[in-house]
Structures are given as C-alpha cells and as structure tokens.
C-alpha cells in the first residue's frame, strides 16, 4: 500500500520569498515520486517527477525537489516565488500497482 | 505526440437529469484509463480506472458509471445525476508498464448540477 502526506493545505508566501511545499510518502516499494501543478478550472499539469538516479530533481517553472528515502519526504522548493505561481500542487507516488495516489493538494497564494 | 480530449468543458445539468462525459486519447494504443472527480476544498477522488476494452474498475460506489467502447474513449456517465455529482471531472492516461511515467491528465469538465 502507498499514501502520501502533504503538510499544509495552504501556504501564503511574498513574491520573491522561498516557496516550500511538504511531501511525505508511505510506499511498501521504491517508489516513483511526482509533482503536479493545477491552475484554476484546468487539468494536472507535470512539474517534475523522481524516478531513480539522482536524487535532487529540476522541474519547469524553477521548481525543484528533493528525495529523501531516510526521511520519506519529497519537498518542493522554489527559490524566489513569482505571482504566477500561484496555484494548487498535488505530490502523488506511485508503487507497483501503477497507480498513481495523490495527496490532499497544497493551495499556493502568492502575497504581492 | 499523444494527446488528451475531454468535453465539454463545462456543464449545468438538472437534478435527475442523465450525464455524458467522453474523454479520448490520441496517439497511443491500449492506454490505462482513470476517471478522477474534484470536489470543491477536496483532494482527488479516483472514481474508475481500466486496462482494456470493457475493462472498467470501480474505486468508490456512487451514483456513476463508466464505459470504454473503443481502445482510446473513455466515457463517464449517469442515469440520474445527484446535486452531490457537482465537481470538476478529470480524465487521464498512463502507458501500461512505464510506472516511470505519471498520468497526462485532460483539461478537465466543469458540472454544477442544479
């Protein structure tokens, strides 16, 4: 089984301030780890995904996260958040089942 | 390239009306399929997901049903629609075997039943 946590249902940040957003993850194998990103009234769109390899993955938009198996967490991070950023994430994991199980959703609001 | 069409991108149905919502995949063959609903202030609720033709799992009891007539359509439907089936509706797709690989996710319909 697989479940994943994320801390935070909302989170405010200023533009230009750094941007975190928490993931943590249950799975019973080694698990393939992703980022979504939704805007309002559109579907998931793919911010990055950790598969095996290296262990800090790039995304688009400047997103970043980093796995880390000891403490079953795969943060997003940003350095400098823009107004654009503003918009739902969702982490999910996937185990062998291929399905894909996603958190709760984190509501990113950027403050000018 | 693959692609992803979900319609219609919004809708507002009367209560005991029926419901449609076709999503079809361009580009692949023998693609995994998952219907997903987004209440508001919720996460994402698997509802369906299949492997083949006519192949359909369901992941909660509701009021909803879902069909794949064809390898790449994927159709969610209803007799009779709830005001409790309002929400954002997601269809998706995965290669079968490429765990690797997340979901490409549709654009998303928007029901407000009424």
């Known amino acids: 089984a697989q479940s994943v946590t994320q801390l935070g249902s909302h989170v405010s940040v200023s533009e230009g301030a750094l941007v975190l957003l928490r993931c943590n993850y249950s799975?019973?194998?080694?698990?393939?780890l992703f980022w979504y990103v939704q805007y309002p009234n559109q579907g998931l769109q793919l911010l990055l995904k950790?598969?095996?390899?290296?262990?800090l993955v790039k995304g688009i938009n400047g997103f970043e996260a980093e796995f880390k198996k000891s403490e079953t967490s795969f943060h997003l991070t940003k350095p400098s958040a823009h107004m654009s950023d503003a918009a739902e994430y969702f982490c999910?994991?996937?185990?062998?089942?291929?399905?894909?199980?996603f958190g709760t959703g984190t509501r990113l609001t950027i403050i000018p | 390239s693959q692609t992803i069409h979900q319609w219609p991108a919004t809708l507002v149905q009367p209560v005991g009306s029926p419901l449609s919502l076709e999503c079809t995949v361009e580009?692949?063959?023998?693609?995994?399929l998952y219907w997903y609903r987004q209440a508001a202030g919720r996460g994402l609720q698997l509802l369906f997901y299949?492997?083949?033709?006519?192949?359909i799992s369901s992941e909660v009891p509701q009021n909803l049903s879902a069909s794949r007539p064809q390898d790449r359509q994927f159709i969610l439907s209803s007799k009779k629609l709830l005001l409790s089936d309002s929400g954002f509706y997601l269809c998706?797709?995965?290669?079968?075997?490429?765990?690797?690989?997340?979901?490409?996710f549709g654009s998303g319909t928007r029901l407000t039943v009424v």
């Open positions: 998706a797709w995965s290669a079968p075997g490429q765990a690797n690989y997340g979901y490409t």
């Open positions: 799975s019973s194998v080694p698990p393939y």
């Open positions: 950790y598969t095996t390899g290296a262990t």
């Open positions: 999910a994991v996937r185990g062998g089942n291929e399905k894909l199980t």
């Open positions: 580009g692949t063959s023998n693609p995994n």
């Open positions: 299949s492997v083949g033709i006519g192949q």
